[in-house]
Nanobody
Framework: QVQLVESGGGLVQAGGSLRLDCAAS????????MGWFRQAPGKDREFVAR???????NYADSVKGRFTISRDNAKNTVYLQMNSLKPEDTAVYYC?????????????WGQGTQVTVSS
């Protein structure tokens, strides 16, 4: 069982920055693929970014060049640095884990953290 706890959400003006943290339990965190997803009001949850065990990363087109996903295996933590935020980035952001490492089957999810970007 993997437990995920997100932190770092909040209210920011357009053009600002926030960093989301996700702390994970588990002794084999370094082998997990980790992902960030988001869900805006009235919309489906969507993929934001993914980092595999190899540190290979992928991003949604909507955040490419503005968001950076990274991991610190010594701290069992994955980060999402969000720069140049836009009002359309407003959503609940969720951290997810794929213990198989491929980033295709995210079986574990955090509780979510709210990000609100004002115009």
């Amino acid at each position: 069982q993997v437990q995920l706890v997100e932190s770092g959400g909040g209210l920011v003006q357009a053009g600002g920055s926030l960093r989301l943290d996700c702390a994970a339990s588990g002794r084999t965190f370094s082998s997990y693929a980790m992902g960030w997803f988001r869900q805006a009001p009235g919309k489906d949850r969507e993929f934001v970014a993914r980092i595999r065990w190899s540190s290979n990363t992928n991003y949604a087109d909507s955040v490419k060049g503005r968001f950076t996903i990274s991991r610190d295996n010594a701290k069992n933590t994955v980060y999402l640095q969000m720069n140049s935020l836009k009002p359309e980035d407003t959503a609940v952001y969720y951290c997810a884990a794929d213990p198989n490492g491929r980033g295709l089957d995210f079986d574990y999810w955090g509780q979510g953290t709210q990000v609100t970007v004002s115009s």
